[in-house]
């Protein structure tokens, strides 16, 4: 019995394994022979090779949808991350329109302020100019009226109104080129109230306009003593 070295047991084996293989690569060239001239050739170990052969093509084939997977992965994530940017813009334009918004709220709060303060200003205003027209039209009327008469109608006024009339009355009569009355109605008024008379006059000093007018130019000492 013959005895094998190591090196024999592969060189057999290696030698064996390039059989197998030419074997094959003939068996594959003689098919595809056959199949190019219309020829079937049951050749044995054929259908299991081609069978060996399309679930390696199939395993193949399944490559490309992997990575057309993975890449739908990746864009998937793209978008994510594009939503989640586009989100947090929405907010910040948010946050920005609720603080414009309440920065609107309150300049309309001061405009309704200002507004309110205008109206009340005009009505001020207009009180006023409605006193001063009245002051005027009294002032007129009395001293066109007797003056016995007249100082009866101004002993029921106020003092401040009085200081007033009587100022107006100056006025009117320096308009029309003749002497005021203020001092003698003054005069009258104090042989009917002189503590009123006396405060009149003071108010008169204490308030002085620019042109001193004709009863500044009196005193106390100068009305006559009831």
């Known amino acids: 019995m013959a005895i094998y070295s190591n090196a024999d047991k592969k060189k057999i084996v290696l030698l064996l394994l390039f059989i197998i293989v030419l074997t094959i690569a003939g068996l594959i060239v003689i098919d595809f022979t056959a199949?190019?001239?219309?020829?079937?050739?049951?050749?044995?170990?054929?259908?299991?090779?081609?069978?060996?052969?399309?679930?390696?093509?199939?395993?193949?084939?399944?490559?490309?949808?992997?990575?057309?997977?993975?890449?739908?992965?990746?864009?998937?994530?793209?978008l994510v991350l594009v939503e989640e940017g586009l989100l947090n813009k929405e907010r910040e334009i948010q946050e920005k329109e609720a603080s414009a918004n309440k920065k609107l709220e309150l300049l309309k709060e001061k405009e309704k302020e200002i507004e309110k303060k205008r109206e009340l200003l005009e009505y001020k205003e207009k009180q006023i100019q409605d006193r001063e027209k009245n002051i005027r039209e009294q002032a007129v009327k009395l001293y066109n009226m007797p003056p016995n008469d007249a100082v009866v109608i101004l002993e029921k006024q106020s003092e401040e109104d009085i200081v007033d009339i009587l100022r107006a009355i100056d006025s009117y009569s320096e308009e029309i080129g003749r002497a005021s009355t203020s001092p003698y109605l003054l005069k009258l008024l104090n042989d009917k109230n002189q503590q009123k008379a006396a405060n009149v006059l003071r108010k008169f000093q204490y308030t002085l306009p620019e042109k001193k007018t004709s009863v500044e130019e009196l005193d106390e000492t100068n009305l006559p003593q009831p």
Do not use: C, T
């Not at 001239?37 to 949808?65: A, Q, R, T, W």
């Open 35 to 78: 199949s190019l001239l219309g020829v079937y050739l049951p050749l044995p170990g054929i259908d299991i090779i081609k069978s060996l052969s399309l679930k390696k093509k199939i395993k193949e084939s399944e490559n490309p949808y992997l990575l057309e997977r993975e890449e739908l992965a990746k864009e998937k994530e793209r």
